[in-house]
């Protein structure tokens, strides 16, 4: 059978697509690009927020009103494992919806030989970028007023160290240059088998399973959770990169308590921690604006915060509610203008830290993994290409742009010229080291 996947949503989703793809593959099930191609259309949703919610419905409905008779329509993922209901009642005429994680029985349901959610030895690479995500567990145990994810996803759970060394092997097997490690809480992880610093002795197997994979990449950090021993490890460790994402949300102590979040000695103790391990570590955060009661106060306790921890890359959302929180129902909601402006002045900041970050790169050199297919044409003329140093993370952080036409998956040593507010602008310094023709996987 022939199916078309979308998928929306986060990083996390995109490591549940690639599963599904997984189970669907397994069952001798081809992937199609276009639609009407397709047997079976298949949508991957969000249901984080009430926009992701919006943009899920619109999406199924989309592909409902454009299929033919002989199409099947199948919505999967988290928002109908929340609101299968409001699918439901917007789109009457799907075929089936499924929650998370049942990956295997939707693709025994169009008749897939999969029964396992074990890799299987030979799975085909189903990623068509340098950069594969491994999923190391899921779900959450923590107790974040504001967040559904542990009603959706249940209680965490890690994944097998040897599922993931495997999973590991075969992306590496099929050209990935760069393992990114998600999770809801990844410093929890192997805590459900009652172990410690599981992540630590999880980033070692890896860097030594997978040495050919120069980068390794962690992300979704809990404040407080980053031991000595796993930013050692992350020092010590050649192909594990120096930068860490970690989620902090606010900086104002009683907006965090409210948020039922870890204290502000928890982050400072986190950053201290990996600082003082990897002095040159690059640190990705983000922030909630316009939380509940959030006063104008407490918003400048979260600024003074950003502004003294400079953290290099800042990503921001403004406060929606989710039903079944108990923030949703809290008194004091912050205004949507006030929460624009508050928004507007936080990234007016977090801008101005991450340029003069990367003013701090220009002149060095260093490697940048080419993520584009094509080069395309700078303002001048000149072929260009756009790809990301170890200071960035795919898909939420800046960009490195190289002048020159380079193949997908190089990684290419250049000279920082220019530093934009949040990219790069980069010369090559030498020939490019392109990986074996036909080794990147494409889809
Ligand atoms: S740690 Fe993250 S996923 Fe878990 S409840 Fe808090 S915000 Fe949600």
Same mark, same amino acid.
Request: a negative charge; glycine letters at 8%.
């Given at each position: 059978?022939?199916?078309?996947?979308?998928?929306?949503?986060?990083?996390?989703?995109? =490591?549940?697509?690639?599963?599904?793809?997984?189970?669907?593959?397994?069952?001798?099930?081809?992937?199609? #690009?276009?639609? *009407?191609?397709?047997?079976?259309?298949?949508?991957?949703?969000?249901?984080?927020?009430?926009?992701?919610?919006?943009?899920?419905?619109? =999406?199924? +409905?989309? /592909?409902?009103?454009?299929? +033919?008779?002989?199409?099947?329509?199948?919505?999967?993922?988290?928002?109908?494992?929340?609101?299968?209901?409001?699918?439901?009642?917007?789109?009457?005429?799907?075929?089936?919806?499924?929650?998370?994680?049942?990956?295997?029985?939707?693709?025994?349901?169009?008749?897939?030989?999969?029964?396992?959610?074990?890799?299987?030895?030979?799975?085909?690479?189903? @990623?068509?970028?340098?950069?594969?995500?491994?999923?190391?567990?899921?779900?959450?145990?923590?107790?974040?007023?504001?967040?559904?994810?542990? #009603?959706?996803?249940?209680?965490?759970?890690?994944?097998?160290?040897?599922?993931?060394?495997?999973?590991?092997?075969?992306?590496?097997?099929?050209?990935?240059?760069?393992? =990114?490690?998600?999770?809801?809480?990844?410093?929890?992880?192997?805590?459900?088998?009652?172990?410690?610093?599981?992540?630590?002795?999880?980033?070692?197997?890896?860097?030594?399973?997978?040495?050919?994979?120069?980068?390794?990449?962690? %992300?979704?950090?809990?404040?407080? +959770?980053?031991?000595?021993?796993?930013?050692?490890?992350?020092?010590?460790?050649?192909?594990?990169?120096?930068?860490?994402?970690?989620?902090?949300?606010?900086?104002? *102590?009683?907006?965090? +308590?409210?948020?039922?979040?870890?204290?502000?000695?928890?982050?400072?103790?986190?950053?201290? !921690?990996?600082?003082?391990?990897?002095?040159?570590?690059?640190?990705?955060? #983000?922030?909630?604006?316009? @939380?509940?009661?959030?006063?104008?106060?407490? @918003?400048?306790?979260?600024?003074? @915060? =950003?502004? *003294?921890?400079?953290?290099?890359?800042?990503?921001?959302? #403004?406060?929606?509610?989710?039903?079944? !929180?108990?923030?949703?129902?809290?008194?004091?909601?912050?205004?949507?203008?006030?929460?624009?402006?508050?928004?507007?002045?936080? %990234?007016? /900041?977090?801008?101005?830290?991450?340029?003069?970050?990367?003013?701090?790169?220009?002149?060095?050199?260093?490697?940048?993994?080419?993520?584009?297919?094509?080069?395309?044409?700078?303002?001048?003329?000149?072929?260009?290409?756009?790809?990301?140093?170890?200071?960035?993370?795919?898909?939420?952080?800046?960009?490195?742009?190289?002048?020159?036409?380079?193949?997908?998956?190089? %990684?290419?040593?250049?000279?920082?010229?220019?530093?934009?507010?949040?990219?790069?602008?980069?010369?090559?310094?030498?020939?490019?080291?392109?990986?074996?023709?036909?080794?990147?996987?494409?889809?």
């Amino acid at each position: 059978m022939k199916y078309h996947l979308v998928t929306l949503g986060c990083a996390k989703n995109t =490591v549940d697509s690639m599963r599904l793809e997984q189970a669907l593959r397994t069952g001798r099930h081809t992937a199609v #690009t276009a639609p *009407e191609e397709a047997d079976l259309l298949l949508v991957n949703t969000c249901g984080f927020i009430d926009a992701a919610k919006d943009e899920s419905v619109a =999406v199924v +409905r989309a /592909l409902d009103a454009a299929r +033919r008779a002989d199409q099947r329509l199948y919505v999967v993922g988290c928002m109908t494992q929340i609101a299968e209901d409001e699918v439901r009642a917007a789109v009457p005429n799907v075929d089936a919806t499924f929650g998370v994680e049942h990956w295997d029985e939707i693709a025994a349901s169009i008749g897939a030989a999969s029964e396992t959610y074990d890799i299987p030895a030979v799975a085909l690479p189903v @990623f068509g970028a340098p950069s594969a995500y491994l999923k190391i567990s899921d779900g959450c145990d923590r107790p974040c007023t504001f967040c559904i994810i542990p #009603t959706i996803k249940g209680a965490m759970h890690s994944a097998p160290v040897s599922r993931l060394l495997a999973e590991a092997r075969m992306y590496a097997a099929a050209g990935a240059k760069e393992l =990114v490690l998600v999770a809801q809480d990844s410093t929890a992880y192997l805590e459900d088998a009652g172990g410690r610093d599981g992540l630590a002795a999880l980033l070692e197997e890896l860097s030594a399973g997978v040495p050919e994979v120069p980068w390794i990449r962690l %992300m979704y950090a809990y404040p407080g +959770r980053v031991t000595a021993r796993l930013a050692e490890a992350m020092a010590a460790l050649p192909n594990v990169v120096p930068y860490l994402d970690m989620p902090l949300q606010h900086g104002s *102590e009683a907006v965090l +308590r409210r948020m039922k979040r870890p204290t502000l000695a928890h982050s400072h103790r986190s950053i201290e !921690t990996v600082r003082r391990a990897i002095p040159e570590v690059t640190l990705r955060s #983000t922030f909630i604006v316009g @939380f509940p009661g959030e006063t104008e106060a407490e @918003f400048r306790d979260l600024l003074r @915060f =950003v502004e *003294e921890q400079r953290i290099d890359h800042v990503g921001a959302f #403004t406060y929606s509610p989710q039903a079944g !929180t108990p923030a949703a129902s809290g008194p004091d909601q912050v205004p949507e203008p006030v929460k624009q402006e508050r928004y507007g002045r936080l %990234m007016t /900041l977090a801008q101005g830290i991450s340029h003069a970050s990367n003013r701090g790169q220009v002149g060095r050199e260093v490697d940048v993994l080419i993520e584009s297919r094509e080069p395309g044409r700078s303002a001048s003329g000149g072929e260009m290409v756009i790809g990301r140093t170890v200071r960035d993370a795919p898909e939420v952080d800046g960009l490195a742009l190289v002048k020159g036409a380079y193949q997908m998956g190089s %990684m290419v040593r250049v000279r920082v010229d220019g530093a934009l507010p949040y990219d790069l602008l980069c010369t090559p310094v030498t020939i490019p080291v392109t990986p074996t023709p036909g080794a990147l996987a494409r889809p």
